[in-house]
């Protein structure tokens, strides 16, 4: 209720797109991908903006995680274009910032958890997680009667 009251009264806080919610919330991405990408919603979004300058060192005090964690999980989401990621403006000292901001089109690459895409003949199918446990095992046992050294 307390919650409830502060969107009343308080108009700081940010719309938070409903198709990146969900489908963040049933991706199968990491914790810390989930956290990067909650910042740069925060930071674009958040401000109205498209595209945002962020420093390492930003998303360290914003997620509670030492930078040197958080470079190689900014650049796999970028290498998978769920993120854009191109060099911004030098900052003091000459550091150079990145520009961040969320690939809107990738949207339907997220992962979900009900199900892997599977081709088959007769196209591409939604194939449920038991079904899946069921042929991995069925491919095991395959595998391990044709590679038997005891016969």
């Keep these: 209720k307390k919650i409830i009251n502060m969107l009343e009264t308080n108009k700081n806080y940010t719309k938070f ?3 990146i919610l969900e489908r963040a919330t049933a991706s199968k991405f990491r914790l810390l991908e989930i956290k990067i990408i909650h910042v740069i919603v925060r930071q674009t979004y958040g401000y109205h903006r498209r595209e945002v300058a962020i420093s390492l060192r930003t998303f360290e005090k914003k997620m509670n ?3 040197r964690n958080i470079h190689p999980v900014i650049k796999r989401l970028a290498d998978a274009k769920i993120i854009f990621q ?3 403006p030098k900052m003091k000292f000459g550091k150079t910032v990145h520009m961040y901001s969320i690939n809107e ?3 339907h690459r997220w992962n979900t958890r009900i199900g892997i895409k599977k081709i088959t003949e007769t196209g591409i199918n ?3 997680i038991k079904e899946r446990k069921k042929d991995l095992k069925k491919d095991i046992t395959q595998l391990v009667d044709k590679f038997d050294m005891n016969k």
């Design 17 to 19: 797109p409903n198709e």
């Design 105 to 107: 089109e990738s949207f």
């Design 86 to 88: 191109r060099t911004g």
């Design 65 to 67: 995680v030492d930078h």
């Design 126 to 128: 939604n194939i449920p």
